[in-house]
């Protein structure tokens, strides 16, 4: 059964501190892999879609990464506008299906 | 360029009364998905629907939930005879047609109360 993990579950920072969350996934065939932020009573806003090991996307103070087995946020520098439920989630090969498998998010609060 | 619009942003039913849910797709998106989050929980994909056609349904429920996305209007989530499990936020997400029909953007959801 595909699977998608998200750690750790809740990682509170100081402003400034950099970290990394983890997304490891354990799929029949990765089609793709993406990073969503949700913020409390909003929907999920798109960052990052990922397709190879090996492959980087930068946006402001996030990188994403991508391996054969799991996938790092990198968050440099965060400032407390940064915090938010981190969420990602993997397309996989098969049939017509687009569907997202979601894993269940890392809430990062990030205090000044 | 308006983003995904959903209606209402929170409903209250009592049970056994119906939920409809709508969910109006970015501008010139041509697929519409549907996912529940549950308290405490990940989001779930429920279905996937281009103009007309339910595309994958392999996420609903068997019963009392159904999903249409018609050639003209927006795509509506029909829960019949809700119960208080059905107490969730209910997103929907578009993507373009093509090759760029992995992204999917959602929408602000609608947020269903069951008394």
Redesign the interface.
Known sequence: EDQVTQSPEALRLQEGESSSLNCSYTVSGL??L?W?RQDPG?????LF?LYSAGEEKEKERLKATLTKKESFLHITAPKPEDSATY?C?V?VYG???????????TLLAVQP | NAGVMQNPRHLVRRRGQEARLRCSPMKGHSHVYWYRQLPEEGLKFMVYLQKENIIDESGMPKERFSAEFPKEGPSILRIQQVVRGDSAAYFCASSPPGVESDTQYFGPGTRLTVL
């Open positions: 089609r793709g993406f969503y909003k929907g999920p806003e798109f879609t969420l989630a397309q049939g017509a299906t687009n569907k997202l498998i979601f894993g269940t998010g």
